[in-house]
Nanobody
């Protein structure tokens, strides 16, 4: 079993900053890509940022220059540093990891979500 646990969400004023963390535990051989998604009320879940095992990153246009995704492979962690937050960033944020098990099976695993609320 693999579990992802997120932390770091909360309420912040517009222009403020938050850092989300997501830690993986369980039977893991390695982790390929990691990503952060978000889902605002009444909207579909959208991909926010990705980071490959080699450290290459990609972002949606609306967060470029404001959000930074990073990872700590040894600790099986992924981070999302968010700055200059805007009310439209308000959403539940989910991490996802592509995990390779000790039997070399590959599955996507999701965190439970953490609420980020940005007040104007």
């Amino acid at each position: 079993q693999v579990h992802l646990v997120e932390s770091g969400g909360g309420l912040v004023q517009a222009g403020g900053s938050l850092t989300l963390s997501c830690a993986a535990s369980g039977v893991i051989f390695s982790i390929n890509a990691m990503a952060w998604y978000r889902q605002a009320p009444g909207k579909q879940r959208e991909l926010v940022a990705t980071i490959t095992s080699g450290g290459s990153t990609n972002y949606i246009d609306s967060v470029k220059g404001r959000f930074t995704i990073s990872r700590d492979n040894a600790k099986k962690l992924v981070y999302l540093q968010m700055s200059n937050l805007k009310p439209e960033d308000t959403a539940v944020y989910y991490c996802k990891m592509v995990v390779v098990s000790t039997t070399r099976s590959v599955y996507d695993h999701w965190g439970q979500g953490t609420q980020v609320t940005v007040s104007s």
